[in-house]
């Protein structure tokens, strides 16, 4: 029996070669030229899965991508915006999405190749008694190899390999819009803790002020020559601008634990920025009509939106298709061999024309919804471009406010620098008064912390300008200052 179970099987190894060769030679006339790969690094039919990047080209840093940051030492703006591309998990979910469209598009071309299956069964039994002249037991052993390949469809399969393939450029394009909203936060970050680190100074510096305004009027209070009120007054200013100054310092680490998130890292780990004098960016304004016209046909979310578009488009094409017939091709044999039976093969070519006659009016509303969805998509393509239109007024004219602040500011703060010298200086000399001393101090904070303000605000609207034209990119980041605000 060892010896016809050998036999047979090395019948059906050859039959079942006869049979992939065959549908081989019948797909290889009707295949889509895209789906002619055979086998390339475990990607078969050449989506690219395997290749597609983390961090898309124009966003990276550079050879180092994705290299460990030393966190031991100061960190610039670039290693900053490197180091959340890399680590932070938005970067992660939206990379594993384009994956995943990637494999749908291998699915939609799997549709062009043909389909083969073999079933072997095998079987062991014993005569009854009243047959003890046969053979007992009896073993039988069957295969039947069947080889199946779609000719005709109307279209469903071109539908559907559309519609893969602008889902894949819709995911593509959501990665890199992911990305610029990852690169914005990461900026507005840095400088959040850039200001907070320069209003921390500022604080220090006008506390050591106010303390010295403290010493000149117990000094005066003391020589008898002012009152116990201006000496209480200058106390109590003292005293608000300590907390002040304590409340800066909570800010800052509040801050830098915002800064830790943004880069995919725990919140108390602990990070330092790389700090010098730096201005506020240069004006860079443009004309807003132009800046507009660039950001809808740059901006990553308007392509994706686009390609979702074309893809409910590609959907009504194979909701229709789906409601027509389909021509198939079919290569089968099979055979048969056991104790008691005698050895059979048989081989079939086959031509299948299936015709939906009536399903339950399935196909008019999956048509139906098909069309509703190309709907859905065009109105949200139409109020993302008005969107992107608001987008770039906004930003445009939050940082056209900024440099002007940043202009006003300046003049604001030597000017309040001066008037406090003055005031500090008639106050000592017993020529002022405390309130004046008090108030030109008070001021000469104020200004401070407006100057800080506007320019962090200018460095951010000069990034949020270019995140909502679709261009804020390494180019980009590396053009913006980076270093401390003062």
């Given amino acids: 029996m060892l010896i016809k179970i050998n036999h047979l099987v090395q019948k059906i190894n050859t039959l079942n070669t006869l049979t992939v060769m065959t549908m081989l030679c019948c797909f290889a006339s009707h295949a889509d030229a895209d789906t002619s790969i055979w086998y390339k690094n475990g990607d ?3 989506t690219n899965i395997d290749t597609l990047p983390k961090i898309p080209t124009g966003y990276q840093a550079g050879i180092s991508t994705c290299a460990p940051i030393d966190l031991s030492k100061p960190l610039s703006l670039i290693e900053v915006a490197e180091s959340s591309l890399c680590n932070n998990p938005q970067t992660n979910e939206v990379w594993a999405s384009a994956r995943a469209q990637a494999a749908q598009l291998g699915i939609a071309k799997s549709a062009y190749l043909p389909s083969v299956t073999d079933n072997i069964s095998s079987g062991l039994g014993y005569a009854s008694p009243e047959s003890a002249a046969r053979s007992n037991p009896t073993f039988n052993l069957g295969n039947s190899l069947v080889a199946s390949y779609l000719l005709y469809d109307f279209g469903n399969r071109n539908a559907n390999l559309e519609n893969a393939r602008q889902l894949l450029l819709s995911a593509s394009a959501s990665q890199n819009s992911t990305v610029q909203t990852v690169l914005l936060a990461s900026t507005v970050a840095f400088y959040q803790v850039q200001a907070n680190i320069a209003a921390l100074d500022a ?5 050591r002020a106010s303390e010295e305004s403290f010493k000149a009027a117990e ?3 003391k020589a008898g020559v002012s009152t116990p009120a201006d000496k209480l007054q200058a106390q109590t200013a003292y ?5 002040a100054r304590i409340t800066n310092e909570g800010n800052l680490q509040t801050a830098y634990g915002s800064l830790a998130n943004v880069m995919g890292l725990p919140a108390n780990q602990k990070i330092t920025l790389a700090s010098s004098l730096a201005n506020a960016p240069e004006n860079i304004l443009e004309n807003v009509n132009t800046l507009i016209e660039q950001a809808v046909a740059r901006r990553p979310d308007l392509i994706a939106s686009e390609a979702q578009l074309k893809a409910a488009q590609a959907s009504i094409d194979a909701s229709k298709a789906a409601a027509k017939p389909t021509i198939s091709v079919s290569v089968s044999n099979s055979l048969q061999d056991g104790s008691q039976l005698d050895f059979t093969k048989n081989s079939t070519l086959g031509l299948t024309v299936s015709i939906p006659l009536f399903n339950g009016y399935a196909p008019s509303y999956r048509i139906r919804a098909a069309e509703a969805t190309a709907d859905l998509r065009t109105a949200q393509r139409d109020r993302l471009k008005l969107q992107i239109s608001l987008d770039v007024w906004t930003a445009y004219q939050n940082l056209r406010t900024a440099l002007e602040s940043v202009t006003a500011t300046e003049v604001l703060v030597s000017s309040a620098e001066q008037s406090y010298r003055v005031a500090l200086g008639r106050y000592k000399a017993g020529v002022g008064n405390i309130i004046d001393t008090l108030n030109a101090q008070s001021a000469l904070a104020t200004a401070r912390q407006q100057k800080i303000q506007a320019t962090l605000n200018a460095n951010i609207a000069r990034a949020t300008l270019a995140q909502s034209m ?6 980009m980041v590396q053009s913006l200052p980076a270093t401390q605000l003062n």
Avoid: F, I
């Fill in 203 to 207: 604080a220090r510096e006008v506390e």
């Fill in 219 to 221: 000094a005066r209070y």
């Fill in 239 to 243: 005293a608000q601008l300590t907390l």
């Fill in 44 to 46: 078969p039919l050449n």
């Fill in 470 to 475: 679709g261009s804020l990119d390494n180019a």
